[in-house]
């Protein structure tokens, strides 16, 4: 009976300190900061959260530490090798395609323990079959192999923005 007494009470108690006042008095109450300003027409008066100045650096800081600059695609390995020797008989393949082929790009990799000559900056492996088929009578032991490549289109890093509209990154793609 005395921990009902107890329950009742505190119960009560908490209604009526619910029924309090509340002081609406003009002294207590902000103005809308949006009622004081008075624009003409045209003006405009743009209010940007300060959580998106923080959000915009760290995006950016986020972009520049992350910053895709080579995409996935496909090449043609018209040579490879280690050992002796390797680096003439790579460099001797990579001067023929390069005279032969001046429009298609080429590349000497090391990875080590091989040094490697490829071919073409290709999205898909459908544009590598077709360079492999133009250079087949010069070079017949070449094959398509997954890389990284050069893309068409470069990410300027530093160009990466944060939209206000939308909170969506943002970035131009533009052609080398």
């Known amino acids: 009976m005395r921990d009902k007494f107890i329950i009742l009470f505190t119960f009560l108690s908490v209604i009526v300190s619910a ?31 300060s959580f998106y100045y923080k959000t915009e650096a760290l995006q950016k800081k986020i972009n520049l530490t ?7 695609g496909y090449r043609v390995q018209l040579f490879s090798c280690s050992g002796e020797g ?6 001797k393949y990579y001067n ?15 990875q080590p323990p091989t040094l490697k000559v ?13 360079i492999k088929h133009q ?5 017949p032991f ?17 160009e990466m923005f944060f939209s206000k509209t939308d ?7 533009r052609e080398k």
């Open 66 to 72: 992350k910053c895709p600059q080579l995409v996935n």
């Open 19 to 49: 029924q309090n006042q509340v002081d609406t008095s003009a002294s207590s109450v902000q103005p809308d900061s949006l009622a004081q300003i008075i624009l003409a027409p045209g003006q405009v008066v743009e209010h940007i959260d």
């Open 135 to 139: 250079i087949k009578d010069d070079f």
């Open 167 to 173: 909170s969506i990154l943002s970035v131009n793609l």
């Open 96 to 110: 023929q395609f390069l005279i032969a082929y001046p429009s298609i790009p080429v590349y000497k990799t090391w």
């Open 118 to 130: 490829r071919a073409g900056d290709c999205r898909t492996r459908f544009e590598a079959e077709e």
């Open 86 to 91: 390797c680096k003439e008989k790579a460099l």
């Open 142 to 158: 070449v094959f398509i192999v997954p890389d990284f490549i050069n893309s068409m289109y470069k990410i300027d890093c530093e």
